[in-house]
């Protein structure tokens, strides 16, 4: 017996991509300004999330909020929950009311979030601007995606959503370089700055004009008029999600950002505790760092020259997607959909595996870089996948839909991910426990405050930093941690491969490689 061909389920057929050069002469002028106004978003919210941590985290004497790893993980829950969860809501708002009012909205609402994160330097404070900016970053994501949608086709879908990532990786690795040298001075400066950065986005919405608007609003005439009768929203997301081709491919894809979300939340604490990032600049620059200024924003540097701030190094990430992406997104486009997220995933498992084989710098260094090849091969394709088999009245609803398994990744990675570091990898546990067993008392340790216990190991032990680093580091098995991200990883690339084959059944599509087959 075969499978019925419906037209949702044609909609998950493979089409032929353009090729290179006519992929990305077909994009109209619309796309370039939604690219760029997510461009300008993400600079800004990328600007306070390579940071966050790493502020929250740092002891009050250095300006930070002095909250432990395991406490961290609570906020990245709560910020997790709220921006999974708004645009699964309010996504197929924007189909209804109009995507240029909702982007609108969305950057007004993340303005006043940077500024209560900047006025309210506490755990609460910072949380409740992390609040905001999850609801604001909710809003504004369906109304973007929702226009790139609506303005390209099936046959350069795949390069516009490759170029379109590489837009978002353009602020992506623009925002951490300007966080990196203004937490140097306050970290309030951060906040402030991207509040203005944001504000950008206004000016670009005076040149933005929602594609198809015209059906849009005939479709509000015909509602108001009486002459169709729409659903409730609430119910209308319910019935689309109930569709096994889509909820099955969302909780798959959970497995993937898990381990994204990880790569933003947990390695830069890694690399401030473990990563002599100086090995890297001594290689480029000689034993003595540089004093070039060029130098130093670029590589997101110490003020010094002599090492990269964790953020920097987490930023080859942004910077390879910004260079190459369009590259991959060639590539991949020959690729059948599923196929194509199967590899990226795989590619994401042996990135972390690396990390938690060695904490060599330049080891980390690579393992960032295949994270990030495999991060091109299923991330843009994911969005593509979603966007092209939603109907076309609700695109922005569908879109909404994808940040449900970024909902359980990464609310699942944010509470997890961040306690299992703090309880088993974290460099202030394993130097208080070395501390309370070699004679320090629990009276004595509790009085040091939270983040300076290992500058107290230090001083009480007259040993190097680096002497000491590396004892904590061969002692403990810090490399677990990321192991069991690296098995997550090769679950979700599993499920993929059986989700793939099913699809190809229900979609009735041959099985010729995507190259071959027709529009």
């Not at 994501?141 to 170029?163: C, D, E, F, H, Y």
């Not at 680093?469 to 941690?481: C, D, I, K, R, S």
Request: net charge neutral; proline share 3%.
């Amino acid at each position: 017996m075969t499978t019925p061909v419906t037209p949702d389920t044609q909609a998950l057929r493979d089409v032929k991509q353009l090729g290179l050069a006519a992929s990305i002469a077909s994009l109209g002028y619309v796309f370039w300004i939604v690219g760029g106004m997510e461009m300008v978003e993400r600079l800004a919210y990328y600007g306070v999330r390579a940071v966050s941590g790493l502020y929250v985290t740092a002891p009050v004497s250095e300006g930070g909020l002095g909250v432990t790893a395991e406490d961290l993980g609570a906020i990245f829950f709560i910020w997790a929950l709220f921006q999974s969860l708004v645009p699964a809501l309010v996504g197929g708002l924007s189909d209804r009311i109009g995507y240029k009012q909702t982007i609108f909205l969305s950057t007004v609402v993340k303005i006043v979030a940077y500024l209560i994160m900047a006025f309210f330097p506490s755990f609460w404070g910072f949380t409740l601007g992390a609040i905001v900016l999850a609801i604001g970053t909710g809003i504004f994501k369906p109304g973007i995606q929702g226009t790139l949608v609506k303005a390209t086709n099936r046959q350069n879908s795949s390069m516009a959503w490759g170029i379109f990532y590489q837009t978002v990786n353009i602020g992506g690795w623009m925002g951490p370089l300007l966080a990196a040298q203004m937490r140097q001075l306050a970290w309030s400066n951060v906040f402030y700055a991207c509040a203005a950065i944001i504000s950008i986005n206004f000016l670009l919405l005076l040149t933005y004009k929602e594609p198809h608007i015209e059906e849009r609003l005939e479709h509000q005439r015909r509602v108001a008029a009486g002459e169709i009768k729409q659903g409730n929203l609430l119910h209308d997301s319910l019935l689309e999600l109930s569709k096994p081709h889509l909820w099955v491919f969302l909780v798959i894809m959970s497995g993937f950002w898990f381990m994204f979300n990880a790569l933003f939340d947990v390695l830069p604490l890694h690399i401030r505790d473990w990563v002599d990032t100086s090995t890297i600049v001594k290689s480029l620059f000689g034993p003595d760092g540089t004093s070039s200024a060029v130098a130093i924003g670029l590589l997101g540097m110490s003020q010094d020259g002599t090492r990269i701030l964790p953020e920097g190094l987490l930023n080859v990430n942004a910077g390879m997607i910004m260079l190459t992406c369009f590259l991959f997104a060639h590539f991949s486009g020959k690729l059948r959909a599923t196929n194509s997220m199967i590899l990226g995933t795989m590619l994401t498992a042996v990135a972390f595996s690396m990390i938690g084989f060695s904490a060599g710098a330049w080891i980390c260094l690579f393992g960032i870089m295949i994270f990030s090849a495999g991060e091109m091969f299923s991330s843009p394709k994911f969005s593509e996948f979603i966007g092209n088999f939603a109907p076309d009245d609700k695109k922005a609803m569908y879109l909404g839909f994808s940040n449900l398994p970024l909902a359980v990744g990464w609310v699942t990675e944010g509470y997890v991910g961040a306690k299992l570091y703090g309880m088993f990898a974290a460099k202030e546990t394993l130097a208080r426990n070395w501390l309370l067993e070699n004679g320090v008392s629990a009276a004595e340790l509790d009085s040091v405050p939270t983040g300076e216990a290992f500058q107290f190991m230090v001083m009480t032990t007259g040993r190097t930093p680096e002497a000491l680093t590396e004892m904590l580091y061969q002692a403990n098995n810090v490399g677990a941690v990321w192991y069991l991200m690296a098995v997550i990883a090769v679950g979700a690339a599993i499920g993929l491969f059986f989700y793939g084959r099913w699809i190809l059944a229900l979609s009735g599509a041959d099985t010729r490689p995507v190259a071959e087959i027709g529009a």
